[in-house]
């Protein structure tokens, strides 16, 4: 007896590394305890909500015990969710995005999902730079889309915009980029974003269909050494940015999320295009984004000095976990490049070793890591820093001891 599709139970095969990693792990802890497994395959932030969150949760009972409190909402998300994320979202991206461009999702994932349900054709192609998130393949598969994965250069991640140019055709519709990346930590420069614009804009001369170009930001926040994301609203007109909470302000089980559409494509287009996601957003299925999420998100952010305090203290924390694995990557004789963002490191597999032989050989030493053939980019593995500082820095010599 089957009872589900051919499709899915091949995808169930192929099912995710990073769950396999991550199941390894919950059996590992057994045996070991959970301070002798160093599991870094999850990236899945460990620190505190920030204050304002908190707050608004414990005044929750009183805002909605009121008729229709927890009732069905506007399916682009309540209008004070929307002007809330549009100053949150304006002043991020140094762009005006009025509150009626924003599309309040389940999670970035739902607006991923909700874009290319408003966007694709079956058979239409989705752009992407590898390494890249491996659901990417499934959200655009949910719609028919085929994802094309271009390599970017090895080591350095950097886009490789020939390749990019090259893999365009017909079909594509999207391209999708994620900056800060997950799982290269690479941050894509403003010469990079103008680039990939130009080879946008060439590939669809003369025509009325064209090429989207989408900002998967949910790690937006997470840039080191001072340095920001450059944003791509000001270089593409047909541009949206998807982001998050569940990064930046440790909230990805809230699972609220949004779209930000360019008002720069022309106020016609724009509204065609908010228009079809907030369609799409209710027959997805979500119906709406979870409504006490958008009133915790709604908190956060009129009180935003505070969210971005709190923004910059875990901000600091991702940094010193960086610091003591790059100590450790470098005693271990491990090549890596330090990422610019991120809480990943996405170092190299030893020459002449597997990415997938090496992970193996990492669990043997209760290290945890995804391989990179997880992300469409074998040969290296990736470290999700989401751990106490201690616990990286026990993993030390189980590093050195993998080299051997
Ligand atoms: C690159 C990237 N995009 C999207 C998501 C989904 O994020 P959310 O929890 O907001 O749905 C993730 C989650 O890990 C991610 O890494």
Same mark, same amino acid.
């Given at each position: 007896?089957?009872l589900?599709? =051919? ?11 990073i ?10 802890? +057994? ?11 999850l ?6 909500? &920030? ?16 008729p229709?409190?927890l ?6 998300g ?6 809330? /994320?549009?100053?949150? %979202? ?10 009626s461009?924003?599309?309040i ?9 909700c874009?290319?349900?408003?966007? /694709? ?30 390599p ?9 915009i020939?390749? #990019?140019?090259?893999?365009?055709? =017909?079909?594509?519709r ?8 997950? &799982?290269?930590g690479?941050?894509?420069?403003? =010469? ?12 669809? +001369?003369? %025509? ?13 926040f997470?840039?080191?050494?001072? +340095? ?11 541009s ?6 569940? +990064? ?22 724009a ?24 009133k ?11 969210? /971005? ?16 694995m ?12 330090m ?17 997938v ?15 990179? %053939?997880g ?7 990736? /470290? ?7 616990? #990286? ?12």
């Amino acid at each position: 007896m089957q009872l589900v599709s =051919d499709k899915i139970l091949e995808a169930q095969k192929g099912s995710s590394w990073i769950r396999r990693m991550f199941e390894a792990g919950i059996e590992l802890k +057994k045996q070991y305890g959970a301070d002798n497994v160093y599991d870094f395959s999850l990236g899945s932030p460990d620190l505190n909500p &920030p204050a304002a969150v908190i707050r608004t949760l414990q005044e929750l009972p009183a805002q909605v015990d009121v008729p229709a409190g927890l009732g069905y909402m506007p399916n682009a998300g309540y209008p004070a969710a929307r002007e809330a /994320l549009a100053k949150w %979202s304006s002043q991020e991206q140094g762009v005006e995005i009025p509150a009626s461009n924003i599309v309040i999702t389940v999670g970035a994932a739902g607006g991923l999902n909700c874009l290319f349900k408003a966007a /694709l054709l079956p058979g239409d192609e989705v752009i992407c730079p590898a390494p890249y998130f491996v659901e990417y393949g499934a959200y655009c598969g949910n719609f028919g889309g085929v994802l094309k994965a271009v390599p970017s250069a090895p080591g350095t991640f950097k886009l490789n915009i020939e390749g #990019i140019a090259a893999a365009i055709t =017909d079909r594509t519709r999207v391209l999708l980029i994620n900056s800060p990346n997950n &799982p290269a930590g690479v941050v894509y420069t403003v =010469d990079e974003l103008k680039e990939l614009a130009q080879i946008l804009r060439d590939a669809r +001369k003369g %025509s009325d269909r064209p090429i989207i170009l989408v900002a998967d930001e949910p790690y937006r926040f997470l840039s080191f050494d001072g +340095k920001t994301v450059p944003s791509v609203l000001p270089y593409y007109e047909y541009s949206v940015v998807c982001s998050s909470f569940s +990064k930046n302000l440790g909230l990805a089980g809230e699972r609220v999320g949004y779209l930000a559409v360019n008002p720069a494509m022309g106020k016609d287009e724009a509204a065609q295009l908010v228009a079809g996601l907030i369609l799409t957003n209710r027959t997805i299925g979500y119906v709406n984004a979870p409504c006490i999420g958008q009133k915790l998100i709604i908190g956060a952010v009129a009180d935003m000095e505070n969210t /971005l305090k709190m923004q910059n203290s875990q901000l600091a924390v991702y940094a010193e976990r960086r610091q003591v694995m790059a100590s450790i990557l470098n005693d271990a004789g491990i090549e890596f490049q330090m990422p610019a963002g991120t809480f990943y490191f996405f170092p190299k597999a030893p020459e002449g070793m597997g990415d997938v032989e090496f992970v193996a050989k990492l669990a043997e030493h209760r290290i945890l890591a995804v391989p990179g %053939s997880g992300f469409g980019y074998a040969g290296y593995f990736r /470290l999700a820093l989401c751990v106490d500082k201690a616990i #990286i820095e026990r993993s030390r010599q189980g590093f050195i001891d993998a080299m051997k």
